[in-house]
């Protein structure tokens, strides 16, 4: 009976181990795939540079190296800005160094005045992602992302990641546009590190007692457009009609935060 037992607990053990070796190979595949993929993102920007420098398609490469020539070949054939596109990500992913057990990836992000670039390592232990280092904030939750998205291809996980990046510098990029383009109708703009939560209080010019309140609040990371909008429009009832109010309300959850308060600055003025 003990034999049995025994003979049982090895045939789990040994059925765990080979999983977990073949989640490795997984992981190891997935990072050869993205390096694959790096290598054709810079021959084609290469190419595409060239191209917009009025070089024929022809003279680009006319080397002696068959696998060169080989790849510029296949990348006439590629739909050029849709495959950069996918290659490149929603937030400009790049694949800055990889080894068998280790990947860091930087992503670059631009929404109007704002850019910003972060990077993140990551290890393959225990058959499973782990973050060994990032610059990206802490609010975006690479670890917890990495282990709820484990299902998923690895390219997949950096796009995810990315997309809730991209997410953020957009918010952050719409907010600091309206603190330069609108400073003059400002006296309160205050947003949480996130960006999800924002605070505006707008005033009448020449006006500082004629005051209107703005509380937004976007409902995840990656919202690009808020879920609550709330306007307190104070002692400026006697100025503004309330379905200027409303409009305003439905423009911010329908618009980008920049465009909707510019249209409302005539109201102000």
């Given at each position: 009976m003990n034999s049995l037992v025994a003979l049982s607990e090895l045939q789990a053990a040994k059925k765990e181990k080979l999983q977990k070796k073949s989640q490795c190979e997984e992981i190891k595949s997935q990072l050869i795939k993205i390096s694959q993929l790096q290598e054709k993102k810079k021959l084609l920007a290469s190419r595409l540079v060239l191209l917009?420098?009025?070089?024929?398609?022809?003279?680009?490469?006319?080397?002696?190296?068959?696998?060169?020539?080989?790849?510029?070949?296949n990348l006439w054939d590629l739909k050029e800005k849709l495959s950069a596109y996918r290659i490149i990500g929603p937030c400009g992913i790049t694949v800055v160094e990889k080894t068998t057990d280790q990947l860091v990836v930087s992503?670059?992000?631009?929404?109007?005045?704002v850019t910003e670039a972060f990077t993140l390592r990551v290890k393959v232990s225990e058959s499973q992602l782990k973050v060994a280092s990032t610059t990206i904030p802490y609010f975006i939750d690479v670890q917890s992302l990495l282990e709820h998205s484990k299902h998923l291809s690895l390219?997949?996980?950096?796009?995810?990641?990315?997309?809730?990046?991209?997410?953020?510098i957009r918010?952050?990029?719409?907010?600091?546009?309206v603190k330069?383009?609108?400073?003059?109708?400002?006296?309160?703009?205050?947003?949480?590190?996130?960006?999800?939560?924002?605070?505006?209080?707008?005033?009448k010019v020449c006006q500082n007692d004629?005051?209107?309140?703005?509380?937004?609040?976007?409902?995840?990371?990656?919202s690009l457009l808020p879920e609550t909008v709330k306007i307190a429009i104070g002692n400026l009832d006697d100025?503004?009609?309330?379905?200027?109010?409303?409009?305003?309300?439905?423009?911010?959850?329908?618009?980008?935060?920049?465009?909707?308060l510019s249209t409302f600055v005539p109201f102000l003025t």
């Open positions: 917009s420098q009025g070089v024929n398609a022809a003279d680009i490469y006319a080397g002696p190296d068959p696998r060169v020539r080989e790849l510029y070949n992503f670059t992000s631009m929404w109007l005045h390219s997949q996980q950096m796009d995810n990641i990315g997309h809730k990046i991209n997410a953020y918010r952050k990029g719409e907010l600091d546009f330069k383009e609108l400073e003059s109708f400002l006296t309160v703009c205050e947003s949480d590190e996130a960006v999800t939560n924002v605070e505006l209080t707008l005033n004629k005051k209107m309140f703005i509380y937004i609040i976007y409902p995840t990371m990656d100025t503004l009609d309330q379905g200027v109010i409303t409009d305003l309300g439905t423009q911010l959850k329908e618009q980008p935060l920049s465009i909707a």
